[in-house]
């Protein structure tokens, strides 16, 4: 009782006094709010960003493992086991027996090339974005992985592109990196493209050690990668077969490297860019290579999506889109899994790659790069990773950071905004030239070149366009295929703002073709890649209507395709309200290369 009476005695000593302040009923926070963050300086003197803080700990030397993985069901031919190989390094705090996090990079990019020209192997640290871990998060204790995927490197097997034998393999240095005992069973993926692409493949087999992936731009499907609504991609001809002959040593060992898919990958190309509806590749070839799906199912994990919106590689519609009203991101989040974005206008480049988005052309990003580079790109990973990997700090704030095409960053809850109207325009109310896509003049149609232009009246005040614009056409066939390709500009500035392309055989949108006959009227779902602008008040939309454009192919079937311009054919523009408070400053660099 009088230790109870002195403690209490002690603790309320000074409570009545006139100068106490009461405790404040939250904690601070750990790090920096990122609406502060353009208030600190920041290391803008690499090719990639920084921590705030540099850790206290030091690379080990590097360390190589084969792991071994039963192959013999996997393939119908190949070897009936193969090895993955990676190598590794150890922050020095595993000397005292500390047990750490993973952070991976799986790619096929480890000695790739012709001989003679390969790329750098596992053991060496990637540029760009090997560096980039390597530099920024050893130092905190991390672990850092580079695996090559089978058939690459110093891995044997089959290379499988994107296919269940590839799969397998990742999910096995997975495990392997999880259940290490200096691991503390936490492993991250990050990287960029097919190094995206393979976090999707591990995630879709579900691995209890895979904890958190961070795909930049990564593929999440092969057949929405190579096609948009049935529109072929010039490079679906050869994909597989490219990257085949890259990985290769063109010597007696390049026997293990065929399998079955290496002939299904050329052929598959140029049958589904031919037969639409009739592609037996569409329910086993392209299938299996569907990842994004499989993980839905499979794992439960966080995302941290990177999306460039202007990126022609790895289109955003591998996250926004597919069939009319789709979207990925929102499906991640409706099912509960932890997911946050960052959107910004740039290509096929990581959000603080400030030399590749200095080469941005105006209206495909190039109005927004001198607020582009994300010099905090480094910070805002490392407060991810320190909360999934490590399980410290407070957690993440789901949400999608998102650039405006003229620059502006602000944070949504999600990407399309959830609070969204819609503006629709028949095309009655538009002004038209032509009318007729692909093929040759139409009779009594003198002057059509197989293209048409459109020109919608403008708004009252400034309307930010943010989502998945549609252009819904009543068109009349000419037969079994025909294409539209669509640029949507600011009518009065001729600034591009974002594009539609369809193949009419993929009339109801997304990846199931139908057959089309001459003198049928079907309705083109067109939706446009995910779109972020503000369009000033009295400017216009135009609309330029053509059989391809771009890195599209031309249309297998040049059937001339006659749109109905009156009001049975749409253009809906969803459009949000948003205040100068809402904006949000990011940390900018007056003297990088994307500011000159």
Same mark, same amino acid.
């Given at each position: 009782?009088?230790?109870?009476?002195?403690?209490?005695?002690?603790?309320?000593?000074?409570?009545?006094?006139?100068?106490?302040?009461?405790?404040?009923?939250?904690?601070?926070?750990?790090?920096?709010?990122?609406?502060?963050?353009?208030?600190?300086?920041?290391?803008?003197?690499?090719?990639?960003?920084?921590?705030?803080?540099?850790?206290?700990?030091?690379?080990?030397?590097?360390?190589?493992?084969?792991?071994?993985?039963?192959?013999?069901?996997?393939?119908?031919?190949?070897?009936?086991?193969?090895?993955?190989?990676?190598?590794?390094? #150890?922050?020095?705090? !595993?000397? @005292?027996?500390?047990? *750490?996090?993973?952070?991976?990079?799986?790619?096929?990019?480890?000695?790739?090339?012709?001989?003679?020209?390969?790329? %750098?192997?596992?053991? $060496?640290?990637?540029?760009?974005? +090997?560096?980039?871990?390597?530099?920024?998060?050893?130092?905190?204790?991390?672990?850092?992985?580079?695996?090559? *995927?089978?058939?690459? &490197?110093?891995?044997?097997?089959?290379?499988?592109?994107?296919?269940?034998?590839?799969?397998?393999?990742?999910?096995?240095?997975?495990?392997?990196?999880?259940? @290490?005992?200096?691991?503390?069973?936490?492993?991250?993926?990050?990287?960029?493209?097919?190094?995206?692409?393979?976090?999707?493949?591990?995630?879709?087999?579900?691995?209890?050690?895979?904890?958190? /992936?961070?795909?930049?731009?990564?593929?999440?499907?092969?057949?929405? #990668?190579?096609?948009?609504?049935?529109?072929?991609?010039?490079?679906?001809?050869?994909?597989?077969? =490219?990257?085949?002959?890259?990985?290769?040593?063109?010597?007696?060992?390049?026997?293990?490297?065929?399998?079955?898919?290496?002939?299904?990958?050329?052929?598959?190309?140029?049958?589904?860019?031919?037969?639409?509806?009739?592609?037996?590749?569409?329910?086993?070839?392209?299938?299996?290579?569907?990842?994004?799906?499989?993980?839905?199912?499979?794992?439960?994990?966080?995302?941290?999506?990177?999306?460039?919106?202007?990126?022609?590689?790895?289109?955003?519609?591998?996250?926004?889109?597919?069939?009319? +009203?789709?979207?990925?991101?929102?499906?991640?989040?409706?099912?509960?899994?932890?997911?946050?974005?960052?959107?910004?206008?740039?290509?096929?480049?990581?959000?603080?790659?400030?030399?590749?988005?200095?080469?941005?052309?105006?209206?495909?990003?190039?109005?927004?790069?001198?607020?582009?580079?994300?010099?905090?790109?480094?910070?805002?990973?490392?407060?991810?990773?320190?909360?999934?990997?490590?399980?410290?700090?407070?957690?993440?704030?789901?949400?999608?950071?998102?650039?405006? =095409?003229?620059?502006?960053?602000? $944070? &949504?809850?999600?990407?399309?905004?959830?609070?969204?109207?819609?503006? !629709? *325009? !028949?095309?009655?109310?538009?002004?038209?030239?032509?009318?007729?896509? %692909?093929?040759?003049?139409?009779?009594?149609?003198?002057? =059509?070149?197989?293209?048409?232009?459109?020109?919608?009246?403008?708004?009252?005040?400034?309307?930010?366009?943010?989502?998945?614009?549609?252009?819904?056409?009543?068109?009349?066939?000419?037969?079994?295929?025909?294409?539209?390709?669509?640029?949507?500009?600011?009518?009065?500035?001729?600034?591009?703002?974002?594009?539609?392309?369809?193949?009419?055989?993929?009339?109801?949108? %997304?990846?199931?073709?139908?057959?089309?006959?001459?003198?049928?009227?079907?309705?083109?779902?067109?939706?446009?890649?995910? /779109?972020?602008?503000?369009?000033?008040?009295?400017?216009?939309?135009?609309? #330029?209507?053509?059989?391809?454009?771009?890195?599209?192919?031309?249309?297998?079937?040049?059937?001339? $395709?006659? *749109?109905?311009?009156?009001?049975?054919?749409?253009?809906? #523009?969803?459009? $949000?309200?948003?205040?100068?408070?809402?904006?949000?400053?990011?940390?900018?660099?007056?003297?990088?290369? =994307?500011?000159?």
């Amino acid at each position: 009782m009088v230790l109870v009476i002195i403690v209490l005695s002690s603790s309320l000593a000074g409570c009545f006094g006139e100068d106490i302040q009461p405790l404040s009923p939250e904690e601070p926070e750990t790090y920096p709010s990122i609406w502060d963050r353009h208030q600190f300086e920041w290391n803008m003197t690499h090719t990639f960003s920084r921590v705030l803080e540099p850790g206290p700990y030091h690379a080990l030397d590097v360390q190589d493992a084969y792991i071994t993985v039963d192959t013999s069901l996997i393939w119908e031919t190949g070897p009936a086991e193969s090895e993955v190989h990676l190598s590794y390094w #150890l922050p020095s705090n !595993t000397e @005292q027996g500390e047990q *750490v996090p993973v952070i991976a990079i799986i790619s096929p990019y480890f000695s790739y090339g012709q001989p003679g020209s390969e790329s %750098g192997h596992t053991g $060496i640290v990637g540029a760009g974005r +090997g560096e980039f871990i390597f530099e920024n998060f050893i130092p905190h204790g991390y672990a850092f992985a580079q695996v090559s *995927v089978f058939g690459t &490197e110093l891995s044997s097997g089959c290379f499988d592109y994107r296919g269940a034998g590839e799969g397998l393999g990742i999910h096995h240095a997975v495990e392997w990196l999880g259940s @290490q005992n200096w691991s503390n069973g936490h492993v991250g993926l990050y990287g960029k493209s097919y190094e995206g692409a393979t976090q999707w493949e591990a995630a879709a087999i579900g691995s209890e050690y895979l904890k958190t /992936i961070v795909p930049i731009s990564g593929t999440t499907a092969l057949h929405p #990668l190579l096609y948009k609504n049935g529109s072929a991609e010039a490079r679906s001809q050869v994909m597989h077969m =490219n990257y085949f002959s890259s990985t290769v040593d063109y010597n007696a060992e390049d026997l293990d490297n065929i399998c079955p898919d290496i002939a299904e990958g050329l052929f598959a190309g140029p049958v589904t860019y031919g037969m639409g509806e009739l592609d037996p590749y569409m329910e086993n070839y392209y299938d299996e290579r569907s990842h994004i799906d499989k993980a839905f199912d499979n794992w439960n994990g966080s995302v941290y999506w990177v999306q460039g919106m202007q990126d022609w590689n790895v289109d955003p519609h591998q996250v926004f889109g597919g069939p009319i +009203g789709y979207n990925w991101y929102q499906d991640y989040v409706d099912a509960g899994f932890e997911v946050r974005g960052i959107l910004g206008q740039w290509e096929h480049n990581y959000p603080d790659q400030w030399s590749k988005h200095n080469a941005q052309d105006s209206g495909y990003g190039g109005e927004a790069r001198d607020n582009m580079t994300r010099w905090d790109w480094a910070q805002d990973l490392f407060e991810w990773f320190e909360y999934y990997l490590k399980g410290i700090g407070p957690q993440p704030e789901f949400n999608a950071q998102i650039q405006r =095409n003229d620059g502006q960053w602000r $944070i &949504e809850q999600t990407w399309p905004p959830q609070d969204i109207e819609w503006s !629709t *325009v !028949t095309l009655d109310q538009c002004s038209s030239q032509g009318d007729t896509i %692909g093929g040759a003049p139409v009779l009594g149609n003198v002057g =059509n070149t197989g293209a048409a232009t459109v020109d919608c009246p403008g708004f009252e005040s400034d309307i930010h366009i943010s989502g998945l614009s549609r252009l819904h056409l009543t068109v009349h066939a000419t037969g079994d295929g025909g294409q539209i390709f669509v640029e949507m500009q600011d009518a009065e500035t001729g600034l591009r703002l974002g594009h539609a392309t369809m193949d009419i055989r993929y009339h109801a949108g %997304g990846y199931e073709p139908q057959t089309v006959i001459s003198g049928q009227e079907v309705v083109m779902m067109m939706e446009f890649q995910g /779109i972020d602008a503000i369009l000033p008040a009295g400017h216009g939309i135009r609309l #330029l209507l053509t059989s391809t454009g771009e890195d599209y192919l031309a249309p297998a079937c040049s059937c001339p $395709i006659h *749109v109905m311009m009156d009001d049975s054919s749409a253009l809906s #523009l969803p459009y $949000i309200d948003r205040t100068e408070a809402e904006v949000l400053a990011t940390p900018q660099s007056p003297d990088a290369a =994307n500011n000159q």
